[in-house]
Structure formats: structure tokens, C-alpha cells
């Protein structure tokens, strides 16, 4: 059965903490219609890594909405006085929340506003020439089938988990909780902790992370619990950029500077930011190493190897045990690890959805098979096509490495809002950050003691 429902202003498709960011400023638009769908049955939020203790990388106020209206009823403060938490998070102290609470306070805020639907799983996309709008077809879980019509669609489905193309072939059922990604660590977490060796992959936060939880499921002589390893490509286990001028590379000032640069320096510059976001936190690092630190008293042995600089060249199994076939990069020297687990902390990747083939001829793709996006978030489509189609976490090789961070995630809501509206709904800074990125577009004369910095280099089109 097939219900048709009327046209909406914007409709978005997946509801991920940045488009029920988009969805909860939008709420408070008078005339503006909107519906966000997804296919889950209720808001989650990485729920195989939300592990006791773990906190935020960015401070509470990168909530849903602050950085773009503080006055919004969404916010995390208003979320903390619902619960009648606001004293005790004062008391607290934190800038940075419990990882389990950010989940929450999402899903307090996905389950109260109206213009969300969970339960809708989008099967297509596609342009309609005769009404100038979007057909948007869903399917709720009960199997009913739905069509909507949209003028501007803003997609937010998401990035996917990756697995080093080694360890690929080993992503099959008979290997279920063996080898897995981390984001289904926390469902498999019991059964890792039990086994005698355990390799964790990826030096990111999430690696850092696993790696904590299966050293700390060891016993307090260190015999117990899972031999844990932990390898990665990168040269070191090395902190995340956090100084307050480094921080700067997540602000407007800086995505204006990154799009005006050529394709191949945005190659080269986002591969060198490594740091910037995949980088681990100083308190994670240092409980890591005060961990393995107890082990030692008394003479003990931490059962633990980290090892950076390593690539997994290639893997398989005996019917018993995964043998890898590492290669040192720097020392240019192979060798194998034998292990029962491998949890891949390898980060994710966007990729596009299925529901996007009907559109595909329509969609200006760039050589690489990427979304061409302007400083709108609007993606490059076919002239006839006179509706908009804006991404959400899919721009890092346009926009640099912000896109993934809950830091911007409200300032580019209230962008794409301005632009869905054609109004400064919302209007948003026109300088962000103290540090100039790239020359100066005016020249300094020497007359003033403080001269006015330059605007940043580069202009959303």
C-alpha cells in the first residue's frame, strides 16, 4: 500500500546528530515545513562505543544548536534543567560531557521534536520535472510504503566503518565478534574480554579507547584477561591538536581558505593534518600508560605491545587463530602477529547511498566519484533540476577536516538553513577565528599599532 502526503520545504534523510541539528533550529522557523527520516526505530549515536568513562572530544556548548542560536530551547543547558541536573553540572565542573549523556541528551531531543520520523527507511530518491520537486519514497517497519514530495533535500545518512583491505575478506559471518570494526565493540565487548590475545587496529581516539577497556579487563597482577596489542600506521601514538590557535582549523574562516585551494593541495594538506582528527586525547594517553604503569609494581609485566608505525599487509585463519602479516614502515621490516581478535578502530568513510542511484544521472560528480559542493553544502546537479540536494558529512575533500566535527555542526545547520530559506534565518559570524589563513588580501601600512586582520581568504559562492 502506497500513501502520497504534501509537499514539504525541505526534507531531510537520516537523522545523525547533524541533521537533528538542522531539524531542531529549523523547528523554531515559522513557515517553514520540514520532515527528517530514518530508518532506525529511535535516535543512537555510536552505541558500540559508549563506554563508561569516555567523554566528548569537543566542549558541551558544540551541542545541537548553541553555536548558532544559544537561545534555542534545544540546547544541551535547557536538556540538563529538564532533568534537573543544572546544579549538579555546575558542581561538576566538566566542559567536556560523559559520551553516554551527548547520546542521551540527542535522543531526548530526536523523540520530542515534530518534525522527526523514525522507523522510515528512504528507498529512493528521484526528480520529478513535471512539479519541480524531490520524490521521496520511505518504508515504515510494518512494510507500508510512502511518498513525499520535497523542494530541497538535505542528506545526512552518515559515514560507514573501515576495514583495512587486508582484513576484508575475514568480514563474514563465520568471523562474527572475532573480527569486527569498533563500532560493534561494545556488543562483542564480554566475549573479547574473556580471550587470551586481543589486537586493536587504528591510533585513533577510538583505538585508544578499545585498547584501555581490554587492558583494563585484565586482573591486577596482569594474568588475567585478554594480551592486548595495538598497532598503527601512524608514526606515534600522538595526542590530538588541541592548542586554542590550533583549534582554529574548525571554524568558517578556516573551510573558506581550504575551498579556495587547488584539489591536489587539499589531497596533500588533509593527509598531513592526520592530528587534527585522528589524533587521541592527552587524558586517554595518560591513562593508558598509567595502567600499564600499576602492572609494573612489584616486578610485574604489563601484557600489553604498542606498536606504531605498522601496516597490515595481510591476514588469515588457521581454523583456530588470525595470523596478520605486519610490515614495519620505517624500518621496512615484516613480521607476523598471531592473535584470537582483531578490532579495527580504522574510522569511517562516507560513501553514497543506495537511494541516490535513481538521481545518479543527475548528479555532477568529480572525477573521483565525489559530491561537488559549494559553500552552501548545495551538491552540483544537472540545470534541470531546480531543486537543492545538500550534504551533511560528506565534504572533507572540499571543506577539510571540520566536516566530521561536532564543533561545526550547528554553524553549518544554520548555513544550509539561510540558504534553504534564501534569508539570514540565522545569521551566522563573519569572522571566526585570530589566525589569517593563507596571504593577507590588504596591506599593512605600519600607520596603526593594531592593525584590523584581513578577512579570510576565499568566498562562498
Known sequence: MTAQQPTYDLVGIGIGPFNLSLAALADRVPDLTTLFLDSKPAFSWHPGLLLEGTTLQVPFLADLVTMADPTNPWSYLNYLRHHQRMFPFFFSERFHIPRREYDHYCRWVAERLPNTRFDAHVTALTWDEST??????????????????ARQIVLGTGTTPTVPPALQHLLTPQHTGRVLHSADYRTHRTALGALDDVTVIGAGQSGAEVTLDLIRHQDGDGRGGPHTRWLARTPAFAPMEYSKIGLEHFTPDY???????????????????????????EETLGEIHDELYERTIGGGRPRADLHPGVEITAAHHDGHRYHLTCHHTEQRRDFTVTTDAVVTATGYAPTRPALLDPLLDLIDLDPRGRYQIDGDYRVA????????????NAEMHTHGVGAPDLTLGAWRAATIL????????????????????GAPTTEYDGDHDTPTPPAAVGTRP
Open 418 to 437: 539561510n540558504a534553504a530559506t534564501g534569508a539570514d534565518t540565522l545569521p551566522v559570524p563573519r569572522r571566526t577565528s585570530w589566525t589569517t589563513f
Open 381 to 392: 546537479l544537472d540545470p534541470r533540476v531546480t531543486g537543492t540536494l545538500y550534504v551533511q
Open 132 to 149: 519541480h520537486t524531490f520524490t521521496v519514497t520511505h518504508r515504515a517497519a510494518d512494510g507500508t510504503t510512502t511518498r513525499l514530495s
Open 255 to 281: 573551510i573558506d581558505y581550504f575551498r579556495a585551494l587547488p584539489d591536489t593541495t587539499r589531497e596533500r594538506l588533509t593527509r598531513r593534518q592526520w592530528q587534527l582528527y585522528k589524533g587521541v586525547s
